[in-house]
């Protein structure tokens, strides 16, 4: 069975990862930050913990019921059901006791470098050698698992496969400025909402979540504004953005006034979320003659099944051309 670097430890990664190994590959995974989970992740401060990539997620797809359904059992997935102003047709289902959570569950097991940044992809022979930023390369592998943001493959897919580059290059993914912080007001009475008409496209109270530890009386907010305001407001300074995204979220849940505990902190999401109402590209792309695959939610919709789902194709088109 053919010896596997899979490139980003998002789910799809992960996933496809995992896969593999089932299936009897050698794998490693390399990530560029100091974690696995991807966008799903959930930022600790003193004050409290707070979701910043990822907000929930629901389920349609069987076999992603099933992954989710033991994720549950295991206490790393619990259903959510927030105070809303419209009731979902859906069921929604976050991390526990953080978005982090069902990423890290997803890596046990697995061979994980993080702080692995993958620079280059260079052919050797029938073999890959990977660049990695201010360490050594690594060699040997048949076949690369590239599971990482659109503009982020593209760079390391140019050499080897620019129509893949090139395709990947007309789905951007749009960026994401994100604010966290907490109050000992209630605010309001609801949990979660995405106000359309603001530059807010989404708000919740990250302590109605399942299995939060929030201090009694306190609240954790994650706001999230929308892509044309992140756009416009790009290089911003941070305090600037959260000075006027808090007064954004008072207008949104119609207040005077919102007095967070501390300066709340932002987040800068470059590569948020594919750019909606593109085609989508094939679920996933591999070249068995390359030994070279990609996956991740870039291909089609910025969904956490989706990224779970393209990465066990990815995986099961790997296998079957082993
Ligand atoms: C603000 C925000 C809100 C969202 N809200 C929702 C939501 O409510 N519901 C929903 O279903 N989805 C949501 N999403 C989308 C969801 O998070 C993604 O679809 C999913 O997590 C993508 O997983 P992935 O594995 O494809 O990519 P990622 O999670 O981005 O994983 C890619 C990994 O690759 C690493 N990496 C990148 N470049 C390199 C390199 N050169 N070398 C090594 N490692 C590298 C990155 O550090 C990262 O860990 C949201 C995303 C964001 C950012």
């Given at each position: 069975m053919p010896r596997v670097a899979v490139i980003g430890a998002g789910l799809a990664g992960l996933t496809c990862a995992k896969q593999l190994q089932t299936q009897g590959c050698e794998v490693v995974v390399l990530e560029?930050?100091?974690?696995?989970g991807g966008r799903l992740s959930t930022r600790r401060t003193a004050q409290a913990q707070y979701?910043?990539?990822?907000q929930y997620f629901t389920v349609r797809d069987p076999g992603f019921a099933a992954f989710i359904e033991q994720m549950c059992a295991q206490g790393a997935v619990a259903p959510w059901q927030p105070r809303l102003r419209q009731r979902s047709s859906e069921p929604w289902y976050v991390g526990t006791p953080g978005m982090s959570a069902l990423g890290r569950a997803q890596a046990q097991g697995l061979e994980v470098r993080t702080q692995t940044r993958v620079t280059a992809l260079v052919r050797q022979g029938s073999h890959w050698q990977l660049d990695v930023h201010e360490a050594q390369a690594i060699e040997g592998f048949d076949v690369v698992v590239v599971a990482i943001p659109n503009e982020q493959a593209q760079v390391l897919l140019q050499a080897h496969a620019a129509p893949w580059a090139d395709a990947l290059a007309l789905a951007p993914m749009l960026p994401c400025w994100t604010m966290m912080f907490s109050t000992?007001?209630?605010?309001?009475?609801?949990?979660?909402?995405?106000?359309?008409?603001?530059?807010?496209?989404w708000w919740a109270r990250n302590s109605s979540k399942p299995a939060r530890a929030a201090p009694a009386g306190q609240h954790d907010w994650v706001v999230q504004a929308t892509p044309a305001w992140t756009q416009a407001q790009l290089e911003a300074a941070p305090e600037t953005v959260a000075q006027s995204l808090i007064e954004a979220f008072a207008r949104a849940i119609d207040v005077a006034q919102v007095a967070p505990i501390e300066q709340p902190s932002v987040h800068r999401w470059l590569y948020a979320r594919r750019t909606p109402g593109l085609p989508a590209l094939e679920p996933t792309r591999c070249s068995s003659a390359l030994g070279l695959g990609v996956c991740g939610d870039?291909?089609?919709?910025?969904r956490v099944e989706q990224a779970y789902l393209s990465g066990l194709t990815l995986a099961q088109q790997i296998a079957a051309q082993a």
């Open positions: 560029k930050s100091r974690g696995a979701d910043h990539g990822a000992a007001q209630e605010l309001c009475a609801f949990d979660a909402d995405t106000p359309s008409d603001s530059a807010i496209g870039g291909l089609s919709h910025s």
